[in-house]
């Protein structure tokens, strides 16, 4: 959460089910973050090739076309040194392996809310 009255930190949630895309927007607004969803990791691919800047991005692992993974690797070319913090329902011990945060779903919001505010400080 911010800690004065500058901006608020912008998140990008990148998810294809339209529940999990509304219920984060909610709950990182009441946290008072700014918040882009989309559906596809294409559009989030979009939105950083136009020069969109995000604190940190939440990126759901599986969804069609791209998917997560190959989102991820996007990401890493278009936004370096942006925080992305992969949210499955499946377990990925290869992602923590590789250094990356990840968020199990279904997760608890303390547990969100936690890690998007280190993120975002980073």
Do not use: H, N
């Amino acid at each position: 959460m911010p800690a004065d009255d500058t901006a608020a930190p912008r998140i990008l949630v990148v998810d294809d089910e339209d529940a999990v895309r509304s219920m984060l927007t909610r709950a990182l607004a009441l946290w008072k973050y700014e918040t882009v969803a989309v559906p596809s990791g294409e559009e989030a691919i979009r939105l950083l090739e136009a020069g969109e800047q995000f604190a940190c991005i939440l990126l759901d692992l599986t969804m069609p076309g791209i998917g997560g993974e190959g989102t991820l690797r996007e990401l890493d070319r278009v936004a370096p040194g942006t925080p992305v913090a992969i949210m499955s329902g499946y377990p990925r011990d290869d992602l923590a392996r590789e250094g990356r945060r990840f968020l199990a779903k279904p997760f608890d919001l303390q547990a969100l809310r936690d890690l998007v505010a280190e993120l975002a400080a980073t």
